[in-house]
């Protein structure tokens, strides 16, 4: 079960908009990544491999943080904590999805990243499955 996005925050999830994801190293030490992201009408997704740092840190431990601030408005932004369910089933039709939300290219190996690349990594969809919703206090 997931805590449902606001209404009012909704088109940060549904736009390309870049986010912040938080993972823990093993050490316990935050580490944070850039990605892409977008909404399944019931958690917020993105798209890594298992090999990336972030793949292995949300294997070890499945907390995490995405924080995604409006580049048309820096005050307005939406934090969601909670876990991520990893799946490997349509893992690279998601990235070439959402590599066409974020770019214009038809598809990520070959364009975005060498198409050499594409057997050394197993690609992740990553669910987040919200516990907490932060939201900017301006924009509630």
Request: proline share 6%.
């Amino acid at each position: 079960m997931s805590l449902p996005i606001p209404e009012s925050h909704l088109d940060l999830l549904t736009r390309p908009v870049h986010g912040v994801l938080t993972t823990l190293m093993p050490d316990g030490q935050p580490q944070s990544s850039l990605i892409w992201c977008d909404y399944d009408d019931e958690c917020a997704r993105f798209n890594t491999s298992r090999q990336r740092q972030k793949g292995r840190n949300m294997a070890a431990d499945p907390r995490v943080s995405l924080l995604i601030v409006d580049p048309e408005d820096t005050s307005r932004y939406i934090e969601i904590r909670g876990e991520v369910e990893i799946s490997e089933a349509g893992a690279v039709e998601h990235l070439d999805q959402i590599t066409r939300q974020y770019t214009r290219h038809p598809q990520y190996y070959g364009y975005v990243f060498p198409y050499e690349r594409q057997t050394q990594e197993r690609r992740i969809i990553c669910r987040i499955h919200a516990a907490k919703i932060n939201l900017d206090a301006i924009h509630k």
